[in-house]
Nanobody, 118 residues
Framework: VQLQASGGGLVQAGGSLRLSCAASGTITSIEYMGWYRQAPGKQRENIATINRNGITNYGDSVKGRFTISRDHAKNSVYMQMSSLKPEDTAVYYC?????????????WGQGTQVTVSS
């Protein structure tokens, strides 16, 4: 199973970006998908998750500004980021719990850089 993230870039404060992440490989089902981020010198932070029923959870730092969504048919997860702040600058990683034929494993995407200028 591989996760491929895309959509990062440079944006001014107050702007928007949309991240995408697609899972590929031998997939029976995806239990949940989520986004994490890691800023320089900081620990990786869970910012949003969405389960197979569409139930979402957000970290306090992004509530009301970021929206996570899924496309089950495409094995994909998205993050619409609005009202971006300089403190949102980080490498963003997608994450998924994937059921294959015999097990459930946790997989990570390669990370995509988001830089918000003031």
């Amino acid at each position: 199973v591989q996760l491929q993230a895309s959509g990062g870039g440079l944006v001014q404060a107050g702007g928007s970006l949309r991240l995408s992440c697609a899972a590929s490989g031998t997939i029976t089902s995806i239990e949940y998908m989520g986004w994490y981020r890691q800023a320089p010198g900081k620990q990786r932070e869970n910012i949003a998750t969405i389960n197979r029923n569409g139930i979402t959870n957000y970290g306090d730092s992004v509530k009301g500004r970021f929206t996570i969504s899924r496309d089950h048919a495409k094995n994909s997860v998205y993050m619409q980021m609005s009202s971006l702040k300089p403190e949102d600058t980080a490498v963003y990683y997608c994450n998924a719990a994937v059921r294959t034929d015999f097990r459930i494993g946790t997989y990570w995407g390669q990370g995509t850089q988001v830089t918000v200028s003031s």
